[in-house]
């Protein structure tokens, strides 16, 4: 079975700071590796995503994220953090199998 | 804006009620998924649909039921509804081809069962 794990409820991090949201996944067969993010009174806004290749992908809005596998994690990173990154990251995990297992959900607040 | 549109965007019913939200996907868009966010649950998949035909199913409750149409709009269909229900849903859609994975989702509906 799927699962997906983000271990920090909220992440705290000063403007202009590195930031790192953590994801740690779990899926039979190669995974398919997602981050979102959800503004307030907003849909989830796609980020970026794994599926093969370089283990080091670059998304929107200067994100980037690595994936690992021997520890099967997928943290997003930012090397500047800015106040407008406030959201809530949610990361996603699937297996070709079209259906999508979400974490739980990281609050991100960038702090001025 | 993502393109995707769900109405209405606010519902209060009853418990016992039955309920239709409505998402139309992204021009070109073919697959529709349907989540249901909850504070004690997080983002729940629920159903996914590719060009009229249901594809994967997620945690649907047997009172609930969607279905895609013709012109690739999607209705997701609630009822007998409980309290516990009272939650955003959020319909999403992916294009064919290479990033079909990749999901658009729309505003959400919010539902408030009383």
């Known amino acids: 079975a799927q699962s997906v794990a983000q271990p920090e409820d909220q992440v705290n991090v000063a403007e202009g700071n590195p930031l790192t949201v953590k994801c740690t996944y779990s899926v039979s067969g190669n995974p398919y590796l997602f981050w979102y993010v959800q503004y307030p009174n907003r849909g989830l806004q796609f980020l970026l995503k794994?599926?093969?290749?370089?283990?080091l992908v670059k998304g929107s809005y200067g994100f980037e994220a690595e994936f690992n596998k021997s520890q099967t994690s997928f943290h997003l990173k930012k090397p500047s953090a800015l106040v407008s990154d406030s959201a809530l990251y949610f990361c996603a995990v699937g297996s070709g199998t079209y259906k999508y297992i979400f974490g739980t959900g990281t609050r991100l607040k960038v702090l001025a | 804006d993502s393109g995707v549109t769900q109405t209405p965007k606010h519902l209060i019913t009853a418990t016992g009620q039955r309920v239709t939200l409505r998402c139309s996907p992204r021009?070109?868009?073919?697959?529709v998924y349907w989540y249901q966010q909850s504070l004690d649950q997080g983002l729940q998949f629920l159903i996914q649909?590719?060009?009229?035909?249901?594809?994967a199913k997620g945690n649907i409750l047997e009172r609930f039921s969607a279905q895609q149409f013709p012109d690739l709009h999607s209705e997701l269909n609630l009822s007998s509804l409980e309290l516990g229900d009272s939650a955003l849903y959020f319909c999403?859609?992916?294009?064919?081809?290479?990033?079909?994975?990749?999901?658009?989702f729309g505003p959400g509906t919010r539902l408030t069962v009383l």
């Open positions: 999403a859609s992916s294009p064919p081809g290479p990033s079909y994975n990749e999901q658009f």
């Open positions: 649909y590719y060009n009229g035909e249901e594809r």
């Open positions: 021009s070109g868009d073919l697959s």
């Open positions: 794994y599926i093969t290749g370089d283990n």
